[in-house]
């Protein structure tokens, strides 16, 4: 190996290296950083330099380099859609964005109505009581009436107020 | 030079969220081609059903854009999407080996005689897919960002979630690996392939690596 390649002569596998030669294990490692463009621009110099010198390393690049533009050549093949299809991939998903805008703001309104029912069903059960108790003619019961009604009113308010603001945004 | 095109793309996405169609049209140009080479080259998807994972994807990746913290990469995004869903199809129902929609192609610019630019063989093409599928998930994952998706280092990194020297290393890895086994696919696909590959660069890689070649090994 030259002297200067700046790699360490690295016993191993003969591969494909001449006689006398021996193959150098760094430049091995660094060849597909350098091939897919991903090494330093110090180790792509080194094994660019090593390779002159390196018939069997010079190969390996060259491989390593058809491997990656091969692989950039079946990227730019599949990425190459009919003309048209962008727009109307986009255009059927503005369709899709609408629809489940939609059927969100449908199931918030269902939300709405069924939570709106309930102080209706509680107003509902206070007065039922209260009729109960009167017939009764206990003052405690009616007191006591009064008070559930009160409750559920508080309880029932903070409820409707949150429900009433408006919500942003079309995500489910 | 970077930030204005993030500040642009973060302001795209804002409209198409509140439902601007002509932004949602530029944005959908933008990827659309991208994601379906990275869905089809992932395994999991095949090439009838890709159309519905890339609207699964746009739709997903604006919808719940709220839960993602790094919202000024909207791209890293997408893409984290597209290989989330790409892999769960694939757990779900295996591997799919995809080669090209040649409809898809039709009207593909013809690149003439410039060997750069030559088409790959429909074998060859095969021969790709069979072996980027083999590989394991992290390193094809980083390759196809990284090729297919044409993503920066620093954006794969984004994506999958690890340091970029990780992901250098995986990519490093996964060529080594596909050297390998499309020596493998093509000693295994007999001679009729490696007679009708013998003039294109895959073909010649593998014929030359069973002659001698050792690096990878």
Redesign the interface.
């Known amino acids: 190996m030259d002297a200067d390649c700046g790699f360490p002569a690295c016993p191993g596998?003969?591969?494909?290296a001449p006689p006398g030669r021996e193959?150098c294990r760094a430049a091995?490692?660094l060849?597909?950083?350098v091939?897919?463009g991903?090494a330093s621009r110090f180790e792509t110099e080194r094994v660019h330099r090593h390779v002159l010198e390196c018939p069997?390393c010079a190969?390996?690049l060259d491989?390593?380099t058809?491997?990656?533009?091969?692989?950039?050549?079946?990227?730019s093949?599949?990425?190459?859609?009919?003309?048209g299809?962008?727009?109307s991939?986009?255009?059927?998903?503005?369709e899709?964005?609408?629809r489940?805008?939609a059927a969100a703001a449908r199931r918030r309104r269902r939300k709405r109505l069924a939570l709106g029912l309930v102080p209706v069903v509680l107003t509902y059960l206070s007065a039922l009581a209260t009729l109960v108790v009167r017939a009764s003619g206990k003052p405690v019961w009616v007191l006591a009436a009064g008070l559930f009604y009160l409750a559920s009113s508080l309880v029932v308010a903070p409820v409707l107020l949150t429900m009433s603001r408006p919500t942003a945004?079309?995500?489910? | 030079m970077r930030e204005p095109v993030e500040n642009k793309e973060a302001t795209l996405v804002a409209l198409a969220r509140a439902g601007d169609r002509q932004a949602l049209e530029a944005l959908v140009e933008r990827y659309y081609a991208a994601l379906r080479a990275v869905l089809v080259r992932y395994g999991g998807v095949r090439q009838d059903e890709v159309e519905d994972v890339v609207q699964e994807t746009f739709l997903r990746a604006l919808a719940a854009l709220d839960r993602y913290q790094d919202r000024g990469h909207f791209r890293t995004w997408l893409y984290r999407i597209a290989v989330n869903l790409a892999r769960d199809k694939r757990k779900r129902e295996g591997r799919v080996v995809t080669g090209v929609d040649v409809s898809a192609l039709a009207d593909v610019p013809d690149f003439g005689s410039d060997p750069a630019l030559t088409t790959l063989g429909r074998l060859e093409r095969e021969a790709l897919a069979a072996a980027l599928n083999r590989l394991p998930e992290s390193q094809r994952e980083a390759l196809v960002l990284r090729f297919y998706a044409e993503l920066p280092l620093e954006d794969v990194a984004r994506v999958v979630g690890c340091p970029e020297g990780t992901v250098k290393s995986r990519i490093h890895y996964a060529l080594r690996k596909l050297r390998g086994l499309l020596a493998v696919e093509y000693r295994s696909a007999g001679s009729a392939v490696e007679g009708a590959a013998s003039g294109h660069a895959l073909g010649r890689a593998a014929r030359e690596r069973e002659e001698g070649g050792s690096y990878g090994r």
């Open positions: 596998t003969g591969g494909g193959p091995i490692d060849i597909p950083l091939a897919a991903l069997s190969a390996r491989e390593a058809r491997l990656v533009a091969a692989i950039m050549q079946d990227a093949e599949l990425a190459c859609p009919a003309p299809a962008a727009a991939a986009a255009a059927r998903l503005a899709r964005m609408r489940n805008f945004g079309n995500e489910e």
